[in-house]
Each structure stands twice: as C-alpha cells, then as structure tokens.
C-alpha cells in the first residue's frame, strides 16, 4: 500500500481521473490475476441465502459495463455490483465529470449514468454463466425516459437470471429528477411497478437511498421495503451536501460526493434504517469505507455487507485485503464468532 501510495498514485495524479480509471479496467481485463488468497473463517458470512468468503464487496460505478467483476473477485472483494446499468446506451454528462480531492480523501462525480446499455452488459454478464462468486447488478433509468419505472423493470428482467441481485438506483443526483423517486408515492408506485416482475423472477431485489434524506424520508423508505417485500437496502449513494471540512481546490464541483466526508452522514442513515427494519432484511453499508474499523463500524450500525470504491483512488488495490484482516481482528477481539453475529451490535 505504501508503494501505491508514495509512487504510483503520484503518477496517477498526473492523468486525467475517467481516463486512469478506463485505463485501470483496460489493465484489470487483460491482467493474469491469481484467484484470491483464502478468507479468515471469521469473515465468512451469508447474503440473501447465498455464502460470502468475506462481507467487503466492490460499490456499483467502478465497472459500469460488466467489464471486470471475476477480476475484482479474485482482488478479494467477497461479492461486485456492476453498473449502473440503463436500458439505453448513454453517453452521459460532459467531461471532465470525476474530480478527486485528494487533501480530503474523495471523489466528486457527475458522470450521470454513462454506460454500453443493457444489451452490451447482458452478454457479458451471460458469458461469466457458470462461474463462481457473487455479482449484482445496479439499475438506473435514462436521463430522456419518459417511462423511467418501466426502465427499472426492463432492465430487471433482463439480468434477473445472470446476477446474484438487482440493485435500484433512485439515489444519483446527476441524472435531473431521479431522486424524486425516494419520494413516500413516487417509490411505491416504482415498486408496484416491479412487484410482479420480483414474484416472479425471485432474483433478490435491494433499493439504493442517498444520506441526504430526512429521518421521515429514511422511515418511509424503510415502510415501503417491507411493505414491498423488497430483499433489502443499500445505504448510501453519494452526497450532494458540501461538508465545510473540505480543503481540496475541487470541492465546488457540482455532483456527488463519494469518499472519506460520506462516512458519518452515510453510517447514520445506516444505523436508522436498522431501526426501523431490524433483522427482517439485510443493509448493505457503503460510503468512506477505507479500514477495516470503518467497515465494522458500518456492520456494528446494522450492515450485512459492505462495499467501497472511491477509497481504492486513493490506497490502491491492497486496499482490500488489508480490510479484511483487520475488521478480522476486531471481530475476535470483541468476541463475535461471525460477521453475523456483529450485525446491529450498536442498534440493539
């Protein structure tokens, strides 16, 4: 990590932020990348029936088009979200659109859901048929819809059957109105909309929230998961609130905050939801992960798994592995026999 650290993310620094990142999955698809080391057996855990070799998993907008998730498997990561995926193929917003703030540790994006479509990732995602390890999709709409609920069910459809679960992304704020559909009406009738398509493909089904909503808006979310029948929730997206802390030259850029200042907001959205939903449906924690105390800060608020990205920006691949062995270390130490056996310990 030091070396990342002190030598090649300087390097990096002098690129372009999107175009080290596709020259990063151009390196990552061609790489003879070993399977990964075994997981201490503390770490092992379950997600929505299936077995995790470990509860860190890969945040959706890292492979946008189903380019490299076994790559990131074998970096590690217990389980990957690809995406997000539209139905369209869309360019999305102007570059430059991803700007790091390396004196805070974060990640500004508005990349508003650039992707190959739904089409380019279901074959990809058809030809790792047979495979181990746990990829999920992320699921956005196209920022020209005029139907964007029916854009959530086609693409679910579509890649029920080739995903481990389906992420609904209603959180990004760089697509203009998406996030009206955390709304208390707006969600119910997406997921009324998609309710028939979840009886009867039974691939597990999660909404993603952001950590900017109110506590009424969190417990109306909460309401409509359960009422729904949804198989979980995942806390948080990025932010669009502007932290005073922040120092980088890049912190006015408009579009969402990822990275270190998401922590706390993002683990108290967390910790509420766990309120309100208990042990009925799993959390997936995300948001300024970067140690192994931080991800099981986010287990011990009420989280199953979690998931990072932008913290890799600035750590670098052995990132992962360096989580895993301390949040293994803090388990033992608390005397938790699984990762399970954590989950809500700061709730109950």
């Known amino acids: 990590m030091s070396l990342y650290r002190n030598f090649i993310f300087p390097l990096v620094q002098t690129i372009d932020a ?11 698809s061609c790489a003879p990348l070993p399977p990964a080391a075994s997981d201490d057996p503390v770490l092992a855990t379950t997600l929505f029936g299936k077995s995790l070799p470990n509860p860190v998993g890969l945040a959706a907008g890292f492979d946008k088009n189903a380019e490299v998730p076994d790559a990131m498997l074998r970096l590690g990561f217990g389980f990957v979200e690809v ?20 004196e805070d540790r974060a990640v500004i994006n508005r990349m508003g ?39 959530y069910a086609i693409s679910y459809e579509r890649l029920a059957a080739l995903v481990d679960f389906a992420v609904v992304n209603v959180s990004s704020p760089n697509t203009p109105g998406l996030r009206n559909l955390q709304g208390r009406e707006e969600l119910a009738a997406l997921l009324t909309r ?4 979840h009886e009867k ?19 109306d979310v909460a309401e409509l998961a359960l009422q729904f029948r949804l198989d979980g929730i995942v806390a948080t997206n990025t932010t669009i609130a502007r932290p005073a802390s922040l120092r980088s030259v890049n912190r006015g850029e408009t579009g969402g905050l990822s990275g270190a200042p998401v922590f706390e907001a993002s683990t108290a959205v967390l910790k509420q939801l ?71 310990a700061d709730v109950k």
Do not use: W
Request: proline share 7%.
């Open 18 to 28: 999107e175009t080290a990142h596709r020259a990063t999955l151009k390196l990552l």
């Open 83 to 102: 995406g997000g995926i539209t139905p369209k193929p869309q360019l999305g917003n102007p570059r430059p659109r991803v700007f790091r703030l390396p």
């Open 113 to 151: 859901f650039n992707n190959d479509g739904l089409e380019v990732a279901a074959k990809r995602l058809e030809a790792r048929r047979g495979r181990s390890g746990i990829v999920a999709a992320n699921l956005g709409a196209n920022k020209d819809s005029a139907d964007r609920p029916g854009d």
């Open 194 to 197: 998609l309710r028939p398509l």
């Open 201 to 219: 493909l039974k691939t597990p089904l999660l909404v993603k929230i952001a950590p900017d909503l109110a506590e009424e808006d969190i417990r």
């Open 274 to 344: 766990y309120g309100h939903v208990g042990t009925r449906m799993p959390l997936i924690g995300v948001g300024g992960i970067a140690s192994g105390a931080q991800a099981y800060a986010k287990i011990r608020a009420g989280a199953s798994a979690v998931q990072l990205y932008s913290a890799l920006v600035y750590e670098g691949p052995a990132l992962v592995s360096r989580i895993k062995r301390e949040l293994a270390t803090l388990l033992k130490r608390d005397g938790f026999r699984s990762v399970a056996d954590a989950v809500g």
